[in-house]
């Protein structure tokens, strides 16, 4: 069983930034996608970018330009910088590992990012 761990969440103003890490507890081999969702108040969990273990980034039209997701495979970690922040973009931040021959989700904790001046 793969354990997510992550960090970096908070309160931030509008227009701020903030960098949300994600740790696995332990190694992990093969071939392994990552990616960062969100679910805010009352509304479904939604994607927020994507990076394969190939080396492609997706990002949802809303964050596009202004989150940058990013891996470090030898740390086994995911990041995702967050810019120019919005109060829509309020919500728990879900990083998740998945290992493409399985198609097996693992989910971290979540961490509460907070927009607001």
């Known amino acids: 069983q793969v354990q997510l761990v992550e960090s970096g969440g908070g309160l931030v103003q509008p227009g701020g930034s903030l960098r949300l890490s994600c740790a696995a507890s332990?190694?992990?081999?093969?071939?392994?996608?990552m990616g960062w969702y969100r679910q805010a108040p009352g509304k479904q969990r939604e994607l927020v970018a994507t990076?394969?273990?190939?080396?492609?980034?997706t990002y949802a039209d809303s964050v596009k330009g202004r989150f940058t997701i990013s891996r470090d495979n030898a740390k086994k970690m995911v990041y995702l910088q967050m810019n120019s922040l919005k109060p829509e973009d309020t919500a728990v931040y879900y990083c998740?590992?998945?290992?493409?021959?399985?198609?097996?989700?693992?989910w971290g904790q979540g961490t509460q990012v907070t927009v607001s001046s």
């Open positions: 998740n590992f998945k290992r493409v021959i399985t198609m097996t989700d693992y």
């Open positions: 332990r190694s992990i081999f093969g071939i392994w996608d």
């Open positions: 990076a394969t273990s190939g080396g492609s980034t």
